[in-house]
């Protein structure tokens, strides 16, 4: 069964960092790209980062490019986004998915919430 | 960057059918995409349900009844999203996405209220 589980969100100031991981088990997690994507509070979903199976290719929203770096651990089947400079407007559930050109599986996600 | 359009709210009986539309920018060819839908319920995350580039060329997401199907309406430049033999339980978020220039874009989403 393919499981991921996110964590590491919580409440943090703005400018400052936050480090999300996600544990995946259920699939061979070096061959599938990654991805996050997030909601904001009663909004639609926003597509935030990717990243190939070896970790060599990574991709970046406008909205977060600079600020936000995606990376794996294949050995320790493990998805993060270390997010830097964090503004209100970062404040929502960030969520892994799998795949690259098709989310096929979501994990429950994890709340980040930027305020003083 | 294209744009996706979708209607923020449908309404339809349960036992219909239902047509959620997803309509693309100016300058772009529905034809020319591969168009993702997603359902939503709340407090859960996205649900992958089917994928619709071409009648050869479509696919649908593991355990998706068939009763949910993809198709383009070329006049309207849109991604269709057919729901049969609507269901209580179809009530949701339904979003449409496409990778295009090595971005995510997604719809507004539309609201289903099954009556």
């Known amino acids: 069964e393919v499981q991921l589980v996110e964590s590491g969100g919580g409440l943090v100031q703005p400018g400052g960092p936050l480090r999300l991981s996600c544990a995946v088990s259920?699939?061979?997690?070096?061959?599938?790209?990654m991805s996050w994507v997030r909601q904001g509070p009663g909004q639609g979903l926003e597509w935030v980062s990717a990243?190939?199976?070896?970790?060599?290719?990574?991709y970046y929203a406008d909205s977060v490019k600079g600020r936000f770096t995606i990376s794996r651990d294949n050995s320790k089947n493990s998805l993060y986004l270390q997010m830097s400079g964090l503004r209100a407007e970062d404040t929502a559930v960030y969520y892994c998915a799998i795949g690259l050109y098709q989310l096929d599986y979501w994990g429950q996600g994890t709340l980040v919430t930027v305020s003083s | 960057q294209p744009v996706l359009t979708q209607p923020s709210s449908h309404s339809a009986s349960s036992g219909a059918s239902v047509r959620l539309t997803c309509m693309l920018s100016s300058g772009f060819s529905v034809g020319d995409f591969w168009i993702r839908w997603y359902q939503q319920k709340p407090g859960n995350p996205p649900r992958y349900l089917l994928y619709?580039?071409?009648?050869?060329?479509?696919?649908?997401g593991s355990g998706v009844p068939s009763r949910f199907s993809g198709s383009n309406d070329a006049s309207a430049n849109a991604g269709i999203l057919r729901i049969s033999g609507l269901q209580p339980e179809d009530e949701a978020d339904y979003y449409c996405g496409t990778w295009h220039s090595n971005s995510w874009v997604f719809g507004g989403g539309t609201k289903l209220t099954v009556l």
């Open positions: 259920g699939f061979t997690f070096s061959s599938e790209a």
């Open positions: 990243i190939s199976g070896s970790g060599s290719t990574t």
């Open positions: 619709y580039h071409s009648d050869s060329n479509k696919g649908q």
